[in-house]
């Protein structure tokens, strides 16, 4: 197997959480290669910036108005190596402890919504406050920091006290890392770039409101899911729908079947009872959600 094979196989098979560090990936050795190709034919920096520009999200509503795409792009495109490189590093980390406790899907609508929050946030801004008036012509918001930093929050609020080795820090929680972190972004507003701080607020503040209407038992991510759900299915073609008939189960294999999941669940139960909840398994708990949720 080559090494392109094994990345597609890894794709198709991997995670969702591997599947956004490859998009990011790409995305960013695609535009870096395409700039090299008009590096050499003499088209000059106007052209190379030019992707930049088609992917970028801007600030000027009229610009969006021509270019709606630019608030998905934005937040899979980089341009600097260390800008990425960090931003794949948390959302690795972050993401790995977020699937401990929630599933791939809130973890896709999570990065999803948390950069849509964080372009809307990056926009308002720059079209309300006077302080931007003279570059918000020319400002644009790139980077996955805004749908990262939802993530970070989110799980940062959903398990405050989860606690993480940091080098040459040593143990730390995650709640005190999203208050240096939002704090952080708050007092660089007035620094080198405002935009791209503001677009993080806009993520922490979507990442921190999910999390609150989880709790409450609202999945707010649900609906882009869905929607991406439906946009894959169709792009998938040549795929028909199997429909399988199964005969009816016996009064013998469903007793059966019943006293077992009835044995997992008691199980279930007595470690909870020994060890607590947080010793579950992600398996452990999506089976206790399921039986709670059956009549």
């Given amino acids: 197997m080559s090494i392109v094979d094994e990345i597609k196989h890894s794709f198709k098979t991997g995670s969702v959480l591997t599947r956004l560090i490859y998009v990011n990936l790409a995305v960013f050795v695609a535009v870096k290669v395409i700039q090299v190709l008009f590096f050499l034919m003499g088209a000059g920096a106007e052209a190379t910036y030019m992707i930049i520009q088609w992917l970028a999200v801007p600030a000027m509503i009229s610009e969006i108005l021509t270019r709606p795409w630019t608030i998905f792009t934005y ?72 749908a990262v930093l939802a993530i970070v929050i989110s799980i940062s609020v959903y398990v405050p006290n989860y606690t993480i080795t ?3 820090i040593g143990p730390v929680k995650l709640k005190y890392i999203a208050v240096f972190m939002v704090v952080l972004d708050i007092i660089s507003i007035a620094g080198a770039n405002p935009g791209g701080h503001i677009a993080h607020l806009g993520g922490a503040l979507f990442g921190w409101f999910f999390i609150r209407q989880y709790r ?80």
């Fill in 75 to 146: 937040m899979f495109l980089h341009e600097g190596f260390l800008h990425i490189l960090f931003n794949i590093l948390w959302l690795y980390w972050f993401g790995r402890i977020f699937l401990e406790y929630l599933d791939e899907k809130k973890l896709l609508g999570v990065y999803i919504l948390g950069g849509l929050a964080g372009a809307a946030l990056y926009i308002l801004s720059f079209n309300l406050f006077p302080a931007f008036a003279e570059i918000l012509p020319v400002s644009r918001a790139l980077g996955a920091s805004a």
């Fill in 166 to 168: 940091l080098l040459f």
């Fill in 216 to 295: 409450k038992g609202n999945d707010i991510t649900r609906g882009i899911t869905v929607l991406l759900q439906k946009a894959s299915a169709w792009f998938k073609s040549g795929k028909k729908l199997k429909v399988e008939y199964k005969k009816p189960r016996s009064d013998y294999e469903y007793n059966l079947q019943k006293a077992e999941r009835q044995k997992l669940i008691d199980d279930i139960l007595e470690k909870i009872s020994k060890s607590g909840y947080e010793s579950l398994t992600k398996e452990e708990k999506e089976i206790l959600f399921r039986t709670s949720k059956k009549p």
